[in-house]
């Protein structure tokens, strides 16, 4: 039988198989976990350590090794698109220029707060990328898709995942584009 893979070493977190504390994620991400290309992993934290920037100085996990999740509500013709845009977090999602333009859109905007949360089952500040709506794109930066390990939102504000980028851009209705992720002015 093949060792596990070592707990990786981000800021000054510990990370357990998220395999094995499925408790500490989303209803949507647990049931996602077990369908993933590779193993990812979880770390318990402060409710009000989710946001990025507390995040990044309560754990000392550094800025570009994470990513952002944010939702995007496309619409053309009446017609609303959901979307899931996964960018490093030391840069912006192109909303209205590649990803509108992606989707087919004639506007996008981010999903209002209320509607991402209802849309994805996840809570606000820890909506990720795994566990979404079958139905939705999920588009990866490919500098994300590109990354050896990154930690993402968990489903809920009181953990975060560390995931590979290959996983990421393996997941259903994954979409990796170049430039989706543009430098923050």
């Not at 893979?5 to 994620?25: E, F, H, Y």
């Not at 989707?103 to 606000?124: H, I, T």
């Not at 898709?145 to 997941?171: D, F, H, Q």
Request: aromatic content about 4%.
């Amino acid at each position: 039988m093949a060792a596990p893979d070592p707990a990786p070493q981000l800021g000054t977190l510990t990370w357990l198989p998220a395999a094995d504390r499925l408790d500490l994620l989303g209803a949507p991400v647990a049931g996602a976990v077990p369908t993933l290309s590779a193993p990812v992993w979880v770390a318990e934290i402060a409710d009000d350590a989710a946001d990025t920037a507390a995040f990044t100085e309560a754990y000392q996990v550094p800025l570009a090794a994470s990513a952002n999740c944010v939702v995007v509500a496309a619409r053309r013709s009446g017609e609303t698109t959901m979307a899931a845009c996964l960018v490093l977090a030391t840069t912006r999602a192109d909303v209205n220029g590649l990803v509108r333009r992606h989707l087919g859109a004639r506007k996008a905007s981010f999903a209002p707060q209320d509607v991402a949360v209802a849309e994805s089952g996840m809570a606000y500040g820890g909506i990720t990328p795994i566990g979404l709506p079958a139905s939705w794109p999920v588009l990866v930066d490919a500098a994300v898709a590109a990354s050896e390990l990154l930690v993402i939102g968990s489903g809920t504000r009181g953990s975060k995942l560390a995931v590979p980028g290959s996983v990421l851009a393996a997941l259903p209705g994954a979409q990796v584009l170049e430039g989706l992720g543009q430098p923050v002015d």
